[in-house]
């Protein structure tokens, strides 16, 4: 599946388009009223939500396969990394920088008998 879908998938695509949708509506607002400090204001708090958002789906897939499966598929492994170069790019990433290395250092086979992995 695509990485875009799969991140609209994650997030909810109804919930991404009603979040553009209003992002719209206001900048149009603005524009008509010439409200440039609200238009600012308005483009902080969607940064702010959107990397939240993010923060919570790296949280997720921390959990998941780093807390209870120990491992993460390759597939999986490339969207986590696209989804936290995402984030890294909205700034103030101290705090998710310790889970993205750790999911990233999870080989990507599951444990075999034993705790040995097919990947090391």
């Not at 238009?39 to 708090?45: G, N, R, S, T, Y």
Request: glycine residues 6%; contains cysteine; hydrophobic residues 35%.
């Amino acid at each position: 599946m695509n990485t875009t879908l799969q991140i609209l998938a994650a997030f909810g695509l109804g919930s991404i388009i009603s979040t553009f949708v209003i992002f719209l509506a206001r900048l149009i607002f603005n524009k008509v009223h010439g409200d440039h400090k609200s238009e600012q204001e308005f483009v902080k708090i969607m940064r702010s939500s959107m990397q939240a958002m993010l923060r919570v789906e790296i949280r997720r897939e921390y959990n998941e396969y780093y807390v209870k499966q120990k491992y993460i598929p390759m597939a999986e492994k490339s969207d986590f990394d696209y989804i936290w170069k995402c984030y890294h790019a909205l700034g103030k990433n101290g705090v998710m920088d310790d889970c993205y290395e750790k999911v990233m250092d999870l080989p990507t086979t599951k444990p075999q008998k034993g705790g040995k992995h097919n990947n090391g």
